[in-house]
């Protein structure tokens, strides 16, 4: 006798339900006792599943950081944090876990699958060594310390045109210095991409709506490392709603960096292919990777905006939030912006001596920008490595005797500027403003704290446009000091306004932060 195709639904469906808890079942006890990471001391709990770094990040937003820290606390220096993921606060292991060279460091997918869709083919988010290294090469000659060096006329006019536009609005009316430099850097990395900059300084106001668009991405990014396929949802529901409702009038500040990346490859790639004899295109960033010697697949239309869109978004807001940092931190402390001053002034009232290297040399200058640095994090979240041609080994200290672990290759172990750049046995003090740490008792910089800064990364996927953000560093503060500061104030802003809360790739200040404002007087 056949049973009604409707009595045997249920069964199916519990059958499969079953099958995939006891599947489930099965990878948590794998990952606890069978694991190559079950030696990692850590919570249970993060080492069977991803549902903390889901709790903590998505439903708690942002704070898995936060938790890390935590953990570090009560399990020592080396912990397990997922399933395959483990994190260090260690700052002697830097070098170790971001090594250079032949060594080869992959990234780990579950970190960049929230790059998935516009960004997925940029550098930043190759995961293999190879590939990263045949696209990173084609970077690093573009942003040589030899090549900003060209770019720094740009950099200083554009840093005059600011302090310009800043002196010019309107007084006593409050606006965003992170709105302001963000201006500024956007025209110093659209106009080396694109070969003409974006004009957002000349443009009137301070409105700024990328770093908006931008706040979102990132948010949704880590939506997507558990949930992939939410973005396509979205595409569909944005797709939906301007056939009915029509695109908006007013175009968005993101159009620039994403609707119309397509658009400024097709306009690259149309100048390389018109070139004739000795006439060559405007040198860009997208004309020299189109004309390099990478392969024709890397060069594609859907890579290239991937790439553009990468250079934008990293370009804009690490520079700018440091800037924004420095101006409130400067500000508040009357004393160190006048020594700051002082410093700085000789050289900015001389024109041919307002240069990056000069200003290089300028110690006390030197020690407020890696301040700055310390405190805005760069990337705040971790940021993880797969030795896959090597087991590294951890020798450290805990409680009540020494330690140490062999990290099998093919682990991924991370660390966090968040975490590190407040370890109190590198920085007493660590959440105060202090310039002075990072000088030596003859009022030099102290070198060996660099190799603890992690704004920029490390090793052979550090940041390829670390030449660029110091030379706008440099420039731009030294000019805003002399230039800016003295007719500027605080507009009801406070410390909660810079201090890190919590962390999506960047950091962010406490939600209903309203941003470092500032007014002329």
Known sequence: MRLPAENMLAPLAFACVGTWI??????????????????????????????PEFYYDIVQGGRYTRRIQQMHEKYGPIVRISPHEIHCNDFRFINEIYASGSRKR?????????????QALATFSTTSHSTHRLRRNALNKLFSRAQVLKLEPIVRDLGEQLCEKIL?????????????????????????????????????????GFSDELTKALRLGYVMRFVPWWADVLWA???????????????RASDAFIANMPAYIKKAQ???????????????????????????????L????????????????????????????????????????????????????????????????????????????GVASRTARVPTDEDLVYRGEWEPEGIHYVIPRGSAIGMSSAVTHHDERVFPDSHSFIPERW????????????????????????????????????????????????????????EADVEYDYDFFTMFPVAGSKGVRVVVV
């Not at 529901?237 to 409702?245: P, Y």
């Not at 800037?323 to 900015?348: G, R």
Request: with cysteine.
């Open 22 to 51: 006891l599947f489930q079942l099965g990878k948590c006890i794998y990952n606890l006792f069978f694991h190559p990471l079950h030696h990692i001391p850590g919570p249970w709990l993060a080492a069977a599943t991803y549902l």
């Open 439 to 494: 000088l030596d008792e003859k009022g030099q910089r102290r070198k060996e704290l660099d190799r603890t800064l992690l704004s920029f990364s490390k090793g052979s996927r550090g940041c390829v446009g670390i030449n660029l953000a110091y030379c706008e560093l440099h420039l731009l503060l030294a000019l805003l000091v002399v230039r800016a500061f003295p007719h500027l104030k605080l507009y009801e802003t406070t």
């Open 106 to 118: 992959d990234k780990p997918a579950h970190q960049v699958t929230g790059s998935a869709g516009i």
């Open 302 to 377: 859907d890579r290239m905006t991937s790439e553009g869109i990468s250079l934008f978004a990293a370009g804009t807001e690490t520079v700018s939030w440091a800037l924004t940092v420095a101006t409130f931190h400067l500000i508040s402390n009357p004393k160190i912006l006048e020594k700051l001053t002082a410093e700085v002034c000789p050289l900015i009232n001389d024109p041919e001596k307002t240069t990056w290297s000069k200003l290089e040399g300028l110690p006390y200058l030197g020690a407020v920008i890696h301040e700055s640095l310390r405190l805005s994090y």
């Open 270 to 300: 149309a100048e390389v292919a018109t070139k004739q004899g000795a006439e060559t295109p405007k040198t860009t960033v997208f004309t020299s990777i189109l004309q390099s010697d990478l392969p024709a697949q890397e060069k594609t």
């Open 168 to 208: 010019r609005t309107e007084k006593a009316q409050p606006f965003m210095a992170g709105h302001a430099y963000s201006q500024c850097t956007t025209d110093v990395i659209s106009g080396y991409c694109l070969g003409e900059n974006l004009g957002l300084l000349k443009s009137d106001g301070w409105e700024f």
């Open 237 to 251: 529901v944005e797709e939906i709603r301007s056939l009915v409702m029509g695109k908006p009038e007013k175009a």
